[in-house]
């Protein structure tokens, strides 16, 4: 069932099945026993709530007394308990602020940018969360994120290096990480020294004879991934593009349930602007009266259950369209930004997550944490 080949002295295993998987690492490293794959991940990935207290959220909370100090009650313990039991959201010259139990919380970190969505889920802006308390939860945890990429055709030789180089040192740096990194040619994956709390694996997939079918596969292979051996392994999981290079500290600030990435060129926008669907027989149609936000498909993530329905989602409408004939006009992220309207995420990030420098400066831009590459179409997706 595994053949075993030396590479540049990595060891590569390959497993025969649906997919060819592989993974690398160093010699001196321990393996993974392969019994364990299979085990369910009985640990914090599988318990309850992902979510910290909301004093993470903005350093600078302030309490507003209320009427009756015997009203008042602790925040929160969670994300949603937040949005389970606050009576509503109101304006204070301050920022935004929540009433639970009497107690009113005043979230005012940054007053330059929107801070919270109208459902009450977070968007993360650099200044707004207090990473020591972030870390202390998440380390006692013990958690395990993934990372998935896919480097198909001249991708992988353009792209993948920078992006696995710059993923080492900023992603989730001081946790468990696992990179799965999806490919049509194994040998072509780059040798990176990795971490000593960083995994990476790849798994080899037959290449699409069209770029826009690479892309929209991209969430039934994902889905496959999940249910055949991520989720036994990661409490949080990330899909992202790999033509994107990290900037910086890309940490557990991100970390939830269900998370959405504002697209870059269209967080300013009116929702009329927005490159939804707009075909109605398409089933990633979204009329133009509806829609929060729209969100970039380079980025996106939460728990593996959630990312799993996401992806089998989208897939589903990508698949109904196939059989009417029918493709949405951003193809997979056409599809993802009705699994958002539908599914809202319970945290946001800003586009300091994922910027594309063509835009110019922009003074809300703090801490750019991940960047999109040059892009060069004509070279990489003719195929």
Same mark, same amino acid.
């Given at each position: ?33 392969? +019994? ?36 008042? +009650? ?40 929107? +801070? ?228 809202r995420p319970s945290k946001v990030l800003s586009p300091e ?31």
């Amino acid at each position: 069932m595994f053949n075993k080949i030396v590479r540049d002295g990595t060891l590569v295993w390959i497993y025969k099945k649906s997919l060819k998987i592989a993974e690398l690492k160093n010699e001196t490293d321990p393996w993974l026993a392969v +019994t364990d794959w299979f085990n369910h991940r009985n640990v914090y990935g599988t318990q309850g709530p992902k979510e910290v207290s909301p004093q993470w959220f903005n350093p600078r909370v302030n309490r507003v007394a209320c009427a009756s100090e015997s009203r008042k +009650t602790k925040p929160p313990t969670d994300d949603v308990d937040m949005q389970k039991k606050k009576k509503g959201t109101k304006s204070h010259k301050n920022g935004p602020v929540f009433q639970q139990a009497g107690t009113l919380i005043v979230l005012s970190a940054r007053v330059d940018v929107d +801070t919270v969505t109208p459902w009450s889920a977070p968007i993360i802006w650099d200044g707004t969360f207090e990473r020591s308390i972030l870390e202390d939860h998440y380390k006692r945890k013990n958690i395990t994120v993934g990372l998935t990429v896919f480097a198909i055709g001249k991708y992988l030789d353009k792209y993948l290096k920078n992006f696995l180089t710059s993923a080492n040192s900023y992603f989730m740096p001081g946790h468990n990480v696992i990179f799965y990194i999806v490919v049509d040619n194994i040998l072509g994956v780059p040798s990176i020294k990795l971490g000593p709390l960083q995994r990476l694996k790849v798994f080899q997939v037959e290449k699409e004879s069209r770029w826009q079918d690479i892309s929209m596969m991209r969430m039934k292979t994902i889905g496959d991934l999940i249910e055949s051996q991520i989720h036994h392994e990661v409490d949080f999981l990330f899909c992202m593009d790999v033509d994107q290079v990290f900037e910086s500290y890309y940490g557990v600030e991100t970390l939830a349930e269900s998370v959405a990435q504002l697209h870059a060129w269209f967080y300013k926008a009116n929702r009329k602007s927005f490159s939804y669907e707009r075909n109605p027989e398409s089933a990633a149609y979204i009329p133009y009266e509806e829609g929060d936000f729209y969100y970039h498909a380079a980025v996106f993530g939460g728990t593996p259950q959630r990312i799993y329905n996401l992806t089998r989602e989208c897939y589903e409408g990508i698949r109904y369209d196939k059989e009417h004939n029918l493709e949405a006009i951003w193809h997979d992220e056409s599809h993802l930004n009705k699994y958002y309207l539908r599914n809202r995420p319970s945290k946001v990030l800003s586009p300091e997550y994922c910027w594309d420098y063509k835009i110019g400066w922009s003074y809300e831009m703090r801490n750019i944490k991940l960047s999109w590459m040059p892009k060069a179409y004509e070279e990489v997706r003719n195929n």
